[in-house]
């Protein structure tokens, strides 16, 4: 098993790290996302199913919210920025991710779950999402053992080929929905409020936000990291790569989008040390046929809520 951080890397190595970060090629493997019923699209931006037959298996997950996953193949580790790394679980959380985050697995490597949104996490965990961050765990850590009897079931059905990727997935699904928990309405339209000031800018103003929440500042702060894991303005900080990544994967910008970009980032550098801190890629590799998953995950669709 490859090593990655195993040094603490911090700041500019960190970024390096993740910019020089070997992934597999397209042609070795296949993803496929599967919307949600309609019911379940407040709680689930994407459900998927990703396999790779290779020896060895390596890719970036951008930062997130979370997801629930199982892993019916494959053996591997997710390396953190903090310097730490945790194996991958056959039925898994991966928590809210402050940064992007290296995979490293021994294939083949099959996995199928269901990408959260802030009040899917919520409603799935009930946990404060940025004291659980950057985790990896075994599902039953979070939620109990609620899920271990259906995830062994799904594992055990798909190796033995009488249940499909996507059949899985959507099952996975409908556990959320059965499972999720009620939220406090008032959170819920704080949770709207915050995805639509995301949305509105590349570099949304706080000023905005509490203009628009009806709660005090501090209690702005605080329900943002509980929802989505990080406070306000380092949330604003990491969608805001994540939307310039999105707009520089496609094919041709408008000059509208190329002017919001370059007033988005004191200059190009610094453009290149956040996009590649929060998505795992430099600007220029992010439409290289080489890097799907990274694609995928970083497409509009997958920021649906705010509104891209």
Wanted: with cysteine; net charge negative; aromatic share 8%.
């Amino acid at each position: 098993m490859d090593s990655f951080f195993g040094q603490n890397l911090e700041g500019s190595s960190a970024v390096a790290a993740l910019a020089d970060f070997e992934l597999t090629p397209d042609a070795l493997f296949e993803i496929d996302y599967i919307a949600p019923p309609a019911a379940l699209s407040d709680l689930i931006t994407t459900l998927y199913h990703m396999r790779c037959d290779e020896s060895v298996f390596r890719d970036i997950q951008p930062a997130s919210i979370g997801h629930l996953s199982i892993f019916p193949h494959g053996n591997g580790e997710m390396h953190f920025r903090g310097g730490y790394s945790e194996p991958n679980p056959e039925i898994a959380i991966l928590t809210p991710l402050s940064t992007a985050v290296p995979i490293v697995v021994d294939g083949p490597f099959h996995v199928i779950g269901a990408a959260l949104s802030p009040l899917g996490w919520a409603a799935l965990t009930g946990l404060h999402a940025g004291e659980h961050r950057d985790h990896l765990v075994e599902a039953n850590v979070l939620i109990g053992n609620q899920f271990d009897d259906l995830g062994r079931h799904l594992i055990e059905s798909y190796r033995a080929g009488t249940m499909s990727g996507r059949e899985c997935a959507l099952q996975i699904g409908d556990f959320i929905g059965r499972a999720a928990k009620k939220i406090n309405p008032r959170h819920a339209e704080l949770v709207r409020v915050v995805n639509t000031w995301l949305g509105s800018s590349l570099n949304p103003d706080l000023a905005d936000l509490m203009d628009k929440a009806a709660y005090s500042e501090r209690q702005v702060q605080r329900v943002t990291e509980r929802y989505f894991g990080l406070p306000p303005q380092a949330l604003a900080r990491k969608y805001r790569a994540l939307r310039a990544a999105a707009l520089l994967s496609f094919p041709h910008l408008t000059p509208e989008f190329e002017a919001e970009l370059g007033e988005a980032f004191f200059d190009q550098s610094h453009m290149i040390r956040e996009i590649t801190l929060f998505v795992g890629r430099t600007p220029a590799r992010l439409s290289d046929d080489q890097t799907p998953y990274l694609s995928e995950m970083i497409d509009p669709k997958n920021f649906r809520e705010l509104d891209i």
